[in-house]
């Protein structure tokens, strides 16, 4: 999936159709330069969930989790990995029961902790294209 959104509104509008691919226990790896919008990205596709609660960016935290989202996604976890020291292992920070418990990943920066990548299970390029417009760019990586 290839959309141009050239404004605020129409990337509003791309979150809402996305909704339409997610399930619980995917992983999505956000993928772009500092600010090329992918906690805005998170930001309006919880909107388009209807969460109504604080969003915080996980760029200090490293994850923030919301939800549940009944009857049809559970807890959404947002993590952001750039600020992560060299050397950090998955473990250490309990990734593994994001897995277990069928939350619905979306994770910047996942190339900073080794081996992550790897599990997710579908990428999201996005790219400034002047302004307001990004290019999104969706694809599917595992089975």
């Given at each position: 999936?290839?959309?141009?959104?050239?404004?605020?509104?129409?990337?509003?509008?791309?979150?809402?159709?996305?909704?339409?691919?997610?399930?619980?226990?995917?992983?999505?790896?956000?993928?772009?330069?500092?600010?090329?919008?992918?906690?805005?990205?998170?930001?309006?596709?919880?909107?388009?969930?209807?969460?109504?609660?604080?969003?915080?960016?996980?760029?200090?935290?490293?994850?923030?989790?919301?939800g549940p989202f009944p009857p049809r996604l559970g807890l959404v976890r947002h993590a952001d990995f750039y600020r992560l020291p060299?050397?950090?292992?998955?473990?250490?920070?309990?990734?593994?029961?994001?897995?277990?418990?069928?939350?619905?990943?979306?994770?910047?920066?996942?190339?900073?902790?080794?081996?992550?990548?790897?599990?997710?299970?579908?990428?999201?390029?996005?790219?400034?294209?002047?302004?307001?417009?990004?290019?999104?760019?969706?694809?599917?990586?595992?089975?």
């Amino acid at each position: 999936m290839r959309r141009l959104c050239p404004t605020l509104d129409a990337t509003r509008e791309f979150a809402r159709e996305l909704l339409t691919l997610l399930e619980p226990g995917q992983c999505w790896i956000l993928d772009g330069a500092v600010g090329a919008g992918k906690t805005t990205f998170t930001r309006l596709l919880l909107g388009a969930l209807e969460y109504r609660g604080l969003f915080q960016s996980p760029t200090f935290t490293l994850v923030q989790e919301y939800g549940p989202f009944p009857p049809r996604l559970g807890l959404v976890r947002h993590a952001d990995f750039y600020r992560l020291p060299p050397g950090t292992r998955a473990e250490s920070l309990g990734s593994e029961e994001w897995f277990e418990d069928g939350s619905l990943i979306f994770v910047e920066w996942a190339q900073r902790l080794p081996g992550f990548e790897a599990l997710a299970t579908h990428r999201l390029s996005i790219e400034p294209a002047g302004g307001e417009a990004r290019l999104f760019v969706a694809h599917r990586l595992a089975p």
